[in-house]
């Protein structure tokens, strides 16, 4: 029995990677508890608390992002969801749903674009279980994004502000840099 022990002992010894005291469990390591000594401080430069949940859901979304980017153009034969660009992934704290931000180059087709991303919602899911290696995809709701919308219409009105300007600087440079009531 002693022998057997020593054999399961020392396998233990040879299957550990270098550099790490027997023993050693990643999840314990600087945890408070009996025997454990509180654990050591934090580091100043790595995150703590909310940063690093926020640094997860961030790469996560990014993460989801790029696979959904890769299935809507090689895999989803709607031709509702043809022309959608995805311009962002926001991930909830808890990993629960992901809001999936899309624009189209056609404002027209919004409604078909929602619905037949709705419709793909189930297939994207399944797809990226099995591309991602996480306990559980999160809940994709589509949304579409209005920054490019309102973008271009704040491009409007700055050029509209921009003609204005030289309208009012040459009716000044004709009549001599009089200021005239508008």
Do not use: C, W
Not at 40 to 63: E, W, Y
């Amino acid at each position: 029995m002693a022998a057997h022990r020593a054999g399961v002992r020392g396998l233990r010894q040879r299957n550990r990677p270098r550099g790490q005291p027997a023993g050693f469990h990643p999840a314990l390591r600087g945890a408070p508890g009996p025997g454990r000594g509180g654990g050591r401080a934090p580091r100043a430069d790595q995150p703590q608390g909310d940063d690093l949940g926020t640094r997860r859901t961030k790469r996560l979304g990014n993460l989801i992002q790029a696979e959904l980017g890769e299935l809507l153009l090689k895999k989803v034969r709607d031709p509702r969801v043809g022309m959608v660009s995805l311009t962002g992934v926001d991930v909830s704290p808890d990993l629960s749903q992901a809001k999936v931000y899309y624009s189209l180059l056609d404002q027209d087709r919004r409604a078909e674009a929602q619905a037949g991303l709705q419709a793909a919602v189930g297939f994207l899911r399944r797809e990226l279980a099995a591309r991602l290696n996480l306990k559980t995809v999160p809940r994709l709701i589509p949304v579409y994004d209005q920054s490019l919308a309102q973008g271009a219409r704040m491009d409007q009105l700055l050029r509209q502000a921009r003609s204005q300007d030289e309208e009012l600087a040459r009716g000044r440079e004709e009549t001599g840099g009089e200021e005239t009531e508008p």
